[in-house]
């Protein structure tokens, strides 16, 4: 757990748990996406299985070498079956969880994005966590906590990550990519490292985007539908790259270039109700650049 980045007072928690043998039967992980949640869950469960049985793992006796190598006998850790996790994939769980654990005390489930269950996968599971058998220990991982029943909810021990500091996750960009990351470009990461992680990969992009809204004064409208055309390409990662726009507008000093973070907006919408998309693109661009020179052209 030493490792892991962030959230010390859950580490604090969940440590304090086992060392007082007060570990529940159902927990729920929430907090927004990119924080470490599942990293978390997985080490908790690491723990309760090692054979030490100490607040930590050894990382040498059976159960912990198994569970590194992914086949753990009492571990299991369920993830969407496409975008859901789907009553089948509840009712396999709990096939499983009434067989007796085979190596450890406990038999420990981990639903990965929980909230993702369908209403009758929760209403499945729900049976279970209010009559678990005693050794098992079930993790919900979920980062929109408001799709999952208030039943459930009730029935779990809420544990509640934080954004990560922004200062933690500059340096562990740095030290694991090299990478030194901008003000504007910690903004959006919003204290996510899954977030910095895909601007890692998507750099080039987001400078990209940056040297555009920088020079839009300057610029007439095709050199920018030019230089964005690289958008056309990333509709997988465009919610990221919008929301870095909505940074480097908001931190602009620009009265219409803050202005201009509406049609932003706007654009996030249509994307999101799956409007034709480079027709959204070329619209946002549009905008933004009359919204600019309309103000320049003022002056
Ligand atoms: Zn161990």
Request: glycine fraction near 2%.
């Amino acid at each position: 757990m030493e490792e892991l980045i962030g959230n010390n007072k859950v580490k604090e928690t969940l440590q304090t748990m086992i060392k007082n043998q007060k570990v529940a039967h159902s927990y729920l992980f929430s907090g927004i996406e990119g924080i470490g949640k599942t990293l978390f869950a997985r080490e908790f469960a690491k723990t309760l299985l090692c054979e030490e049985q100490k607040e930590k793992p050894c990382g040498k006796c059976k159960s912990c070498k198994s569970f590194a190598e992914n086949n753990h006998p009492d571990f299991m850790q369920i993830e969407p079956d496409g975008k859901a996790i789907k009553i089948e994939q509840i009712r396999y769980m709990q096939e499983k969880i009434a067989e007796k654990p085979i190596r450890a005390n406990y038999k420990v489930y981990i639903l990965k994005d929980a909230d993702t269950m369908t209403r009758e996968a929760q209403n499945s599971l729900l049976k279970t966590l209010e009559e678990p058998p005693v050794y098992a220990r079930i993790l919900l991982v979920a980062s929109n906590e408001n799709k999952l029943l208030n039943t459930i909810k009730s029935r779990c021990i809420k544990i509640p990550f934080l954004p990560i500091e922004a200062e933690k996750i500059k340096q562990y960009m740095q030290k694991n990519y090299e990478m030194e990351l901008s003000e504007n470009e910690l903004a959006v990461c919003a204290g996510s490292i899954g977030k910095a992680l895909v601007m890692q990969e998507l750099l080039p992009q987001y400078r990209q985007i940056e040297e555009i809204i920088q020079n839009l004064e300057k610029q007439d409208l095709l050199d920018v539908f030019q230089k964005a055309e690289f958008l056309y390409k990333e509709k997988e990662h465009i919610l990221d790259l919008l929301d870095y726009m909505l940074v480097v507008l908001y931190h602009s000093k620009s009265r219409a270039k803050i202005n201009a973070i509406s049609y932003v907006e706007d654009a996030k919408q249509r994307i999101l109700a799956n409007s034709n998309y480079d027709m959204t693109i070329d619209y946002l661009w549009m905008r933004v650049w009359e919204e600019v020179h309309e103000k320049y052209n003022r002056c």
